[in-house]
């Protein structure tokens, strides 16, 4: 059997106020001083209810328990312990509450859910003025306004159900009495003149909105609510919940003028002249008077009436206020001027009083005398907020003196073009607006900046902008996976008219929200990387820098990865005044994905005493795809792409396709290509010969080179999705080493050096299989056909040195030397090629100063080309130089005086001995190891790509290096500044000739960040021969 149990319940008080019952037996709150109601947003699914909150004139704070639609008074109050005595409180529609202290701080509420209605614990936030007490708070989904004693509004920048406290104050234009977050986080006020205002262009993406205009409301005298007209474009709605503007001219509806049921319905956009309500009580039967000035003499005799506030709060916390610079006006004196008399104003009859359907009643909290029981007949939402009309009459002497606002009901289009919402009329000009101040940060401090920034004027300098979006973030600590984050980027503006910005990230871990927060000016690099086929950039600071710990987000397309990217780009370039094209003195390189980075140096970059530290550069991405790059300070650039094409810079700086530069003549359509290799490895065993079934701590059967990761061509995918294949999986017979005629190399075991022969110790063979992919963008590059290249030099100069022609040396793919005929600023490309004669390939060339040529064989040997001069820029012949013992030389890079060179176990070396007398030099010594390539500038500063970083094995080779100590007496330097790093392919820093003020160099202020070596004799080199 079973039972059904039935619950009646009786609503007695429909459309009217109930009176909420003691709680028996528990303790009943004292009696309550401010309400709030939110937490509706925390769930997702139907039937949602509120959270109701309170606070008692104890300052003790309630939530009310057992809200929901059938029980909408709830069941019992609970107290929540507070650290210190609330004055007031506000709860947003989801999970924020914010709580107002007597002493003017202000109180969060975390850990608020479905689960914990009342949170966990309370977090204290400053007052955003430390001169100032904080006087009232609302909160909204993702705002926080806050209003202070002196009357200035500020605006709580990063509020988010994440970040509950925020990031830092924003000072907001305009001075208000009190504010209150309405839906969609649209902002209505009351303005210290007593008027009401509404915050315009509130959005998602500008949560501050753009300025106050006022709200044309009159004191109005319709029952009914009137529709909107056409005109009106009114796109919200407006209910009967929304009747919380209550002003305190009047303490009743009985001391309306009497209306007319027959005629109600037309709306009232204008009034001839502004209605006049008494405030003291007068005979509703009286016919109209006109009311009369007081003299001079009188107006100061008399007291001035005083105007009961709709909340006892506002009295509360006013009432500390200097009341001879701030007496709120009374409603019966009229403004007038020296020798100018204002006519009357007609007072409008009172209604009779019905007895019952009292919406509202103000109540004269100070006692002054008994209440007034006239009551009117009920109203909708014109009895609160009155007939619309224009802006004539709100904020002055002789309209409705408001005190509260509540728009919470009133959901109202930032869009739409409502007529009592006008930005014109004589209340535009009536507050005081103040330009927007940051305050200073209590959670990140700021550093002084020294940069000045030139720019136009803010057309809106007091507003907040947020661009929000959903990324994933490489989460790199066990378990490591990708995460679904949600990230926002906030800029504020200052009053000086710059911009600071904060990019947050926020994720959930073990169900408990977190964020990231990254201050855009501590941003260091933008980063496009290679990760897993997704569209992937890392974001780095000089702190992650040094942790070897980017930021890694991903985006969901190629499209929404390059809006993030120009996005951030362009706020960190606006704040460290960089714009336009780069400067002739710009570090540039590459990232193993081929991506194009620039480095504006400052002046302290080579300084020998404070040089500036690589984690703190900055590194900008300009457009295209190149493999190396090469630059001088009268402004060329050659690159050379994966494929051997070879590119010059035309001087412009353009963005994406997405970017809108698609047609701008000096941005050019720019292609490359790329093979993409596996590894086929076998091990040999007597019965079967050559399988694919290896030893337990053997490589994997399909690999990279490197053998530590597995790849099968069917697991392979291009670099990145860019990249598109355009051919099939091919074997590969171009091995370094030679192949037999299937594409095997052979070799003694996997780790060992292979060989293109099969011999009796061979137990171990590979196949390199390869496949070409393509990649097309748009930037500032323009093809010089029709050779392919493998290395390209410019001579290096002063800055203010001036040439005609500009020596350019090249090596062709096959390994043929190159000399570039006619280039010039005027003309970067040239015009013609000139082959150099060897009687060998060579695979690397650099050209330094006074037309110093020197060039690397394939075999190791190192070649000086002599006579070289602007009238034979072919030169003479070749000199051999021997290499260093048992070495074999890769790379090199000739400055003004110094000459460095990389050979294939990745150490440096040193030419010594160079003089204009004798320039091949005497002898070569070891500088350095853990190098991959080196440049070397037109002041001899010397720059390396490093293999890796000290102490963080994990990490993609490839890093930014700058040597240290470098100067005309110590050519070689003292140590290592290892920067950013994780892929980086090449670098020049041939084009920055800036003099630095030369001083005393210090002496290491602690351990080398690169290993100390133990530095062999120099080799001693015999006399130079000609070739």
Sequence with gaps: RSFRWVFNRDAVCVGSMATIPLDSPKKPPLPLCDISCGGWEMSDQSGRYPYLWGVSQQGQVWFREGIHPRV?????????????????LSAGP???????????????????????PTGTSWLEVESPSKEVEALHV????????????????????????????????????????MVDVGLNDQVWAVGEDRGLYFRMGVTQAEPSGNGWIPVSAQWGINKELIPPRDECEFSGHLTETSQGSAPSGTDSDSELGPTNSEHSATPVLEAAAP?????????PSAPPQEVKQPSSASQQDAPKAFIPASDSFINSLVSDRDRTSTTQPS???????DGVELPPAPVLPTLPATGHDVPFMNVDLEGAGAARSAQAAGRSLSDVLGTLENSQGIGEEDGPVWAWVSGGGCDVDASSRISWLSSTGPLSSSLSLTPVQSAAWSEQPQKPQHQEITRKPLERSN???????????????????????GVALEQSTKSDGRKDSIFFVYYTQYDEKKYLQVFINEVTALVPVLQDCHYTFAVYTAERTKQRWPLILAAPSGKEMNDWLDLLSDCCCEWRGIAGAPTKQALWSTTSKGDIMVHEPPLSLE????PLACDLMFWRQIPGHLRCIESNSLGLVWGIGWDGTAWVYSGSFGRQPSSGNALNPEIHLQTDVRSVHVYENQRWNPMTGYTDKGLPTDRPMWSDESGLKECTKGSTHPPSPQWSWVSEWAVDFSVPGGTDKEGWQYAADFPTTFHGHKTMKDFVRRRRWTRRCKITVRGPWKMVPPIHLSDISLMPCLTQSKMEQVPVWALSDKGDVLCRLGVSPQNPAGSSWLHVGTDQPFKSISIGGANQVWAIARDGAVFYRGSVSPQNPAGECWYHIPSPPRQNLRQLSVGRTSVFAVDDNGNLWYRQGLTPSYPQGSAWELISNNVTKVSVGPLDQVWIIAEGVPGFPTETPGSVCHRLGVGPMAPKGLSWDYGIGGGWEHISVRGNSAEPLRGPVPPPGGPSRSPALQRPAAQVNGSAVCV
């Design 72 to 88: 909408p008074e709830g069941t019992s109050w609970e107290e929540v312990e507070v650290p210190r005595e609330v004055a007031q």
């Design 94 to 116: 989801g999970d924020l509450l914010w709580a107002l202290l007597w002493d003017g701080n202000l109180l969060v509420r975390t850990g608020l859910s479905l689960d914990s």
């Design 138 to 177: 609302a909160v909204g989904v993702s705002v926080v306004w806050v209003v202070t004693k002196d009357f200035k509004v500020w605006f709580r920048r990063g509020v988010n159900s994440h970040n509950p406290c925020g990031s830092g104050w924003i000072s907001i234009g305009g001075e208000m009495m």
């Design 275 to 283: 209605s006049i309500v008494p405030l003291g009580g007068g005979d």
């Design 331 to 337: 409603i019966t004196e009229m403004p007038q001027e």
């Design 463 to 485: 507003s907040v902008w947020v661009r929000k979006g959903a990324l994933r973030w490489w989460r790199d600590w066990k378990p490591q996976r990708w995460v679904d984050v």
């Design 607 to 610: 300084a020998a005493a404070h």
